[in-house]
């Protein structure tokens, strides 16, 4: 017997917001949220609470994939529509803004889910397919300095249905399929892991967007502990980790969750990751002028790599550091930045520097939402 999960489906105009939580002014019904359902609890849901066979279940998965609406499943029944409507919801966020950058083409969407609240999503086009980068949370609690996302800090987590309604609703919109998915968006995915988790079955389910594990990415801060959990979930993503130091007391500075999971703890997970999975484990570094850029720092972060995975494959990915209005951190020089890169590949780390998508339309992380709040606020 599969137990479907109940959620509260809930609309704007219902909700008083004070000091973030939610009062409910009117009566809420207790409703099931389409999206978060894995294909086995879709047709049990349709078989056993609507009383229909179970090759409906395929016709709403199927409407489902292109964003449709329960009104607009016209191979339904009109009962069953209306019977589905009483039962169920579909947690799609709406585009509230979008921006399309005139020097690459790349989408930046700020999507709004039922209760107002926004994240954001971008829409990459590269040779080898179509990325989008979804967000995990509303808000974050990391603390990272140079990052906007975490200005404000974490208002809630997503649902799985509700990360899933951003490739949805991109997909939809661009008219154009999406094959890659890297979370790297709003929110630390390993802070909302359940949620995270479920997401990836469901993206990768065949009887859904079928995007396939190995063309999904996580980035995670470094919850040491949670990376331990992930490597047993026996799943064929990429885990990208956020580093950018070579040492404790820079990383500290600059990411405060490094006072709970320091680096050897950090990498010692990862090793964990590797043994386990398989999997090369790639690190991100951002690049920070008169920071964590230096040749020496390079010197030091080859070194510290090697002494904890030795001939094992890593990847470094290196990213200059996105202005935001905030932090008074800068970007370093392409000089600089090339020069970081050859030296680690020059002492045995495998490392590229990430091509930079949507400067016209601040496509960093978490400023469109910032800049909205800002809008909103005055």
Same mark, same amino acid.
């Given at each position: 017997?599969?137990?479907?999960?109940?959620?509260?489906?809930?609309?704007?105009?219902?909700? %008083?917001?004070?000091?973030?939580?939610?009062?409910?002014?009117?009566?809420?019904?207790?409703?099931?949220? %389409?999206?978060?359902?894995?294909?086995?609890?879709?047709?049990?849901?349709?078989?056993?609470?609507?009383?229909?066979?179970?090759?409906?279940?395929?016709?709403?998965?199927?409407?489902?994939?292109?964003?449709?609406?329960?009104?607009?499943?016209?191979?339904?029944?009109?009962?069953?529509?209306?019977?589905?409507?009483?039962?169920?919801?579909?947690?799609?966020?709406?585009?509230?803004?979008?921006?399309?950058?005139?020097?690459?083409?790349?989408?930046?969407? !700020?999507?709004?889910?039922? @209760?107002?609240?926004?994240?954001?999503?971008? %829409?990459?086009?590269? @040779?080898?397919?179509?990325?989008?980068?979804?967000?995990?949370?509303?808000?974050?609690?990391?603390?990272?300095?140079?990052?906007?996302?975490?200005?404000?800090?974490?208002?809630?987590?997503?649902?799985?249905?509700?990360?899933?309604?951003?490739?949805?609703?991109? /997909?939809?919109?661009?008219?154009?399929?999406?094959?890659?998915?890297?979370?790297?968006?709003?929110?630390?995915?390993?802070?909302?892991?359940?949620?995270?988790?479920?997401?990836?079955? !469901?993206?990768? @389910?065949?009887?859904?967007?079928?995007?396939?594990?190995?063309?999904?990415?996580?980035?995670?801060?470094? %919850?040491?502990?949670?990376? @331990?959990?992930?490597?047993?979930?026996?799943?064929?993503?990429?885990?990208?980790?956020?580093?950018?130091?070579?040492?404790?007391?820079?990383?500290?500075?600059?990411?405060?969750?490094?006072?709970?999971?320091?680096?050897?703890?950090? !990498?010692?997970?990862?090793?964990?990751?590797?043994?386990?999975?398989?999997?090369?484990?790639?690190?991100?570094?951002?690049?920070?002028?008169?920071?964590?850029?230096?040749?020496?720092?390079?010197? /030091?972060?080859?070194?510290?790599?090697?002494?904890?995975?030795?001939?094992?494959?890593?990847?470094?990915?290196?990213?200059?550091?996105?202005?935001?209005?905030?932090?008074?951190?800068?970007?370093?020089?392409?000089?600089?930045?090339?020069?970081?890169?050859?030296?680690?590949? /020059?002492?045995?780390?495998?490392?590229?520097?990430?091509?930079?998508?949507?400067?016209?339309?601040?496509?960093?992380?978490?400023?469109?939402?910032?800049?909205?709040?800002?809008?909103?606020?005055?």
């Amino acid at each position: 017997m599969i137990e479907i999960r109940k959620t509260v489906c809930y609309n704007k105009n219902d909700i %008083l917001f004070i000091g973030g939580a939610f009062c409910f002014l009117r009566s809420v019904l207790t409703m099931i949220e %389409l999206l978060s359902l894995e294909y086995n609890e879709l047709r049990a849901f349709v078989e056993n609470e609507l009383g229909e066979s179970s090759f409906r279940a395929n016709q709403i998965s199927e409407w489902i994939c292109r964003g449709a609406s329960i009104e607009d499943m016209t191979n339904l029944s009109k009962s069953l529509r209306e019977k589905l409507a009483q039962e169920a919801f579909i947690a799609y966020p709406k585009i509230r803004k979008k921006l399309i950058s005139k020097i690459d083409g790349t989408v930046k969407y !700020l999507f709004e889910y039922l @209760d107002g609240e926004t994240v954001e999503g971008v %829409l990459m086009r590269y @040779d080898h397919g179509n990325t989008l980068c979804v967000s995990t949370q509303v808000g974050c609690r990391m603390g990272c300095r140079f990052c906007a996302s975490t200005i404000g800090g974490k208002v809630r987590d997503l649902s799985s249905g509700e990360i899933l309604g951003q490739v949805i609703i991109a /997909q939809k919109e661009s008219g154009e399929r999406i094959s890659n998915i890297v979370m790297m968006g709003i929110g630390e995915p390993l802070d909302n892991y359940d949620n995270v988790l479920r997401f990836i079955k !469901l993206v990768s @389910d065949e009887h859904g967007l079928n995007i396939g594990q190995r063309h999904i990415s996580l980035s995670t801060s470094g %919850l040491a502990d949670k990376i @331990d959990a992930l490597a047993n979930e026996d799943l064929q993503i990429t885990l990208s980790v956020s580093l950018h130091a070579f040492d404790d007391k820079t990383r500290s500075s600059i990411m405060p969750v490094n006072n709970k999971w320091n680096i050897d703890v950090l !990498l010692k997970a990862c090793k964990r990751y590797f043994d386990k999975t398989g999997r090369r484990v790639s690190f991100e570094y951002t690049l920070i002028n008169g920071k964590n850029d230096s040749l020496e720092g390079a010197r /030091q972060l080859s070194i510290l790599l090697k002494r904890y995975f030795g001939k094992t494959p890593v990847h470094v990915n290196l990213i200059p550091v996105n202005q935001v209005s905030e932090s008074s951190f800068t970007a370093s020089g392409r000089g600089k930045v090339n020069a970081f890169c050859a030296e680690l590949c /020059q002492n045995g780390v495998n490392a590229t520097v990430r091509r930079k998508l949507g400067d016209d339309i601040s496509a960093a992380c978490g400023q469109l939402r910032r800049r909205e709040m800002q809008i909103f606020d005055t």
